[in-house]
């Protein structure tokens, strides 16, 4: 099974329910720089408290979050240069 990865305004973190998905707890839940946005990650099919969510994106596979994580709104200057 492939894991998947959403990303959903920080406002409906409260609204997962984390024994459906791997992060254990919305304080654990990555987050932008901003705080705006959390990340949420599974196995398979979404589970239903992330299918009743709004503001999710499509699902992303590794490479493709890969890719966003590392982008200005995920990453500061800081942590990229130390990544080198």
Same mark, same amino acid.
Not at 20 to 42: F, H, M, N, P
Not at 58 to 72: A, H, M, P, V
């Given at each position: 099974? *492939? $894991? $998947?990865? /959403?990303?959903?305004?920080?406002? =409906? %973190?409260?609204?997962? +329910?984390?024994?459906?998905? @791997? =992060? +254990?707890?919305?304080?654990? %839940?990555? $987050?932008?720089?901003?705080? +705006? &946005?959390?990340? /949420?990650?599974?196995?398979? &099919? %979404?589970?239903?408290?992330?299918?009743?969510?709004?503001? $999710?994106?499509?699902?992303? *596979?590794? *490479?493709?979050? &890969?890719? /966003? @994580?590392?982008?200005? *709104?995920?990453?500061?200057? =800081?942590? +990229?240069?130390?990544?080198?």
């Amino acid at each position: 099974m *492939d $894991k $998947k990865h /959403i990303i959903i305004s920080s406002s =409906e %973190a409260g609204s997962v +329910d984390y024994s459906q998905v @791997l =992060e +254990d707890s919305e304080g654990v %839940a990555r $987050k932008s720089l901003s705080g +705006d &946005l959390t990340l /949420i990650r599974y196995f398979g &099919l %979404a589970p239903e408290s992330v299918v009743s969510l709004k503001t $999710k994106t499509e699902e992303y *596979d590794s *490479d493709q979050i &890969l890719s /966003i @994580l590392s982008g200005e *709104d995920w990453t500061s200057p =800081e942590e +990229d240069e130390g990544m080198i």
